[in-house]
């Protein structure tokens, strides 16, 4: 981080420092910001969140101990000798100002990505190619939300050349405060799926939520497009900025054909673009995963990369831990482990991939989270998914899970079984699983899932 003076960051939020005067507010600077106390760093500004149990001002003294230099504080805090507080109205609101004041010290274009399913496998894919170019600063692991997000911005440094930042979001307003910080030059929106309709109430309410990521673009921006997106379709003479289209079956813009996976681990491609055509191979298996790599072309050619780097991109960028991640087990064992997170798009995705693979096809599938009145409908779908696709044992597990597997029963599934925690699963049904099996695990990121992939793996 570029360091910041106190008097600078009280500025910018709006507040008041306690604890120097205005020499002191000029030779002090912060040189981190973090709003984890157990990750402060010598030198950091800490940003006391107030969370539903727990409440981060009762961490600003232990932050100061750990050698915190500064905290914003919503209440009057005397702090002690040589540290200081920023009093401000709303600690996570001035997190986002200051790093949209940050994010003006460097002159560099920022790559936006949102969408309900793929958000970080593109992003991924996006900082792999743009790196054969530029140094590029991009999320890491969850760091898409109203804190994340910021705290991302805050790692920009002199070196870095482009900003490749995920957004995600629960409700309203969340990606249009993200935009406000970022002002994306580049915005990418992967589909609009039935991921947090619970909070959104629609499809329409989440196109519309995702949406906000145009409200701080310039009109000379670029939005990136799924044409087989039913609802990013209607998006089109909606949107001020020039939209690029990609797809699979919408073949305008830049779209993919001869689609074949190799294995459980390739996918092989033609890329069609403007530009000319690139045969590509995916390291990771699925057609979904094909969206992703034209997503990052489009990308790549706004950026001027050439057709070389951005093949050499694709083909050598890697997966975020637990997405689609191939394991084999001592005991002859293949296991996808896709256990990051779950919708009800992903899991047929993965489902298909399964579908493909040889030998034994197992799928133990958890709850899928934020579904709301839709949660049962949804999870009869995905077990009807899986009995159509054929695969040969379908596990569920989680009181959700319960509909997965009716909807399995209702189709046809000759050998469904359904669990309703890991625990019973691990002491009545793990011991269904044999050498030459190919078993995807799956479920949202709340479920916990590792923990069977483990368990198979034979580490607990």
Not at 140 to 167: K, S, W
Not at 174 to 181: A, D, Q, R, T
Request: aromatic share 6%.
């Amino acid at each position: 981080m570029k360091p910041l003076t106190l008097k600078t960051i009280e500025q910018v939020v709006g507040g008041r420092v306690i604890g120097a005067d205005e020499l002191e507010k000029e030779r002090i600077f912060v040189s981190g910001v973090a709003s984890d106390s157990r990750k402060i760093m010598q030198g950091d500004l800490f940003v006391p969140i107030r969370g539903e149990r727990v409440d981060g001002h009762d961490f600003i003294t232990a932050c100061f101990e750990k050698g915190a230099i500064c905290s914003f504080s919503e209440r009057e805090i005397l702090p002690p000798k040589g540290k200081y507080c920023i009093l401000v109205k709303d600690a996570q609101k001035a997190l986002l100002e200051l790093a949209e004041y940050y994010l003006t010290l460097f002159d560099i274009p920022v790559i936006a990505i949102t969408g309900s399913v793929g958000k970080t496998t593109t992003k991924d894919m996006i900082a792999s190619v743009l790196m054969q170019k530029y140094c590029v600063l991009k999320t890491e692991g969850n760091y898409n939300t109203n804190i994340g997000l910021p705290l991302m911005v805050f790692r920009i440094g002199d070196e870095h050349e482009v900003a490749v930042l995920e957004m995600g979001m629960n409700s309203f307003g969340e990606i249009h405060n993200l935009s406000k910080v970022a002002k994306p030059n580049i915005a990418v929106i992967t589909n609009i799926g039935v991921a947090h309709i619970e909070m959104l109430g629609s499809r329409e309410g989440i196109l519309k939520a995702k949406s906000e990521v145009f409200d701080y673009m310039t009109p000379q921006g670029v939005a990136i497009l799924n044409g087989d997106n039913d609802m990013l379709q209607t998006l089109e003479g909606k949107v001020s900025q020039n939209i690029i289209w990609y797809g699979i079956e919408n073949k305008r813009g830049i779209y993919a054909h001869s689609i074949y996976m190799e294995g459980l681990e390739k996918t092989r491609c033609t890329i069609h673009a403007p530009k000319g055509e690139i045969e590509v191979i995916l390291p990771v298996a699925g057609v979904h995963m094909v969206q992703n790599a034209l997503a990052a072309t489009a990308v790549g050619l706004q950026m001027e990369l050439s057709l070389e780097e951005i093949k050499k991109g694709i083909e050598t960028f890697t997966m975020t831990k637990m997405r689609m991640a191939v394991e084999h087990t001592k005991k002859g064992i293949t296991i996808i482990n896709d256990v990051y997170n779950a919708n009800p798009v992903s899991m047929k995705a993965s489902l298909e991939v399964l579908a493909a693979a040889s030998g034994r096809k197992v799928c133990i599938l958890g709850d899928m989270g934020e579904l709301g009145i839709y949660a049962d409908q949804m999870h009869r779908e995905v077990g009807e998914y899986a009995a159509q696709k054929g695969i040969d044992v379908i596990i569920s597990i989680g009181e959700l899970s319960r509909h997965l597997h009716q909807g399995a029963i209702k189709d046809g599934a000759k050998n469904a079984y359904h669990y309703d925690t890991q625990e019973e699963f691990w002491q009545e049904g793990l011991s269904m699983l044999a050498s030459g099996d190919t078993v995807l695990v799956k479920g949202s990121r709340s479920r916990g899932l590792e923990q069977t992939v483990d368990k198979i793996q034979g580490v607990n």
